[in-house]
């Protein structure tokens, strides 16, 4: 699991490719200080598994399935990569509950100065929004992010400095395309009320039956 809260910006230094599958590797320095042999690190927002590395690399595969839907396939050597350890048990937790498991892609659509922030317009699809809600937080290649607003399609997020500055939010421009993870509380929740063994219609009555 993560948080969401970015450590570094990683630089990729070199992509092989065969077919749809990936093996990255990835400039770094933060996310190496305890790193271990199949430890968990999330790139651009997807969780990979560390399977070599020395001091200052790490690399990783990406199957086919996080070749597809992801923004991985779009790296090239000398892409900055946002990335993020998995947090452990005596972490603060200091963003939102992070997966690491994308639910699609979404791509800017506007960038825009506001006083001290930068705001970001971001379309994606139905599937997706259906999740997301104004004040809800939301991972865009990591990033654990506040939605500001949500319309028919697409949503609204707004950056301060110090995030620009240590994501790669600070090159993202518009028609560049971000990984998105919605929270998965509200992917559980929507689950438990479309269970079709209930035969319930009252939502009272559903929450509790499924305990709350």
Do not use: W
């Amino acid at each position: 699991m993560f948080t969401g809260i970015i450590e570094e910006k990683g630089i990729v230094s070199s992509i092989k490719q065969q077919g749809q599958s990936l093996i990255l590797a990835v400039k770094a320095e933060k996310v190496l200080r305890d790193v271990s042999l199949g430890d968990s690190i999330a790139v651009n927002g997807v969780c990979l598994t560390v399977t070599t590395f020395t001091k200052h690399l790490f690399t990783a595969d990406v199957m086919p399935e996080t070749f597809q839907a992801t923004t991985l396939k779009q790296l090239v050597n000398g892409s900055p990569v946002n990335l993020e350890r998995a947090m452990p048990a005596t972490g603060r937790f200091g963003g939102h509950i992070v997966s690491g498991h994308i639910d699609g892609i979404g791509v800017i659509k506007k960038r825009e100065t506001a006083h001290n922030a930068i705001s970001f317009e971001i379309g994606t699809s139905d599937d997706l929004l259906r999740y997301i809600v104004p004040k809800g937080s939301i991972a865009i290649d990591g990033t654990s992010l506040t939605v500001f607003d949500v319309s028919r399609d697409r949503f609204t997020i707004s950056i301060i400095p110090h995030t620009l500055e240590e994501t790669i939010f600070g090159v993202k421009q518009p028609g560049d395309s971000v990984n998105l993870e919605c929270d998965v509380i509200g992917k559980y929740v929507e689950k438990m009320l479309t269970v079709n063994n209930s035969k319930s219609t009252n939502l009272a009555q559903l929450l509790q039956e499924n305990g709350f």
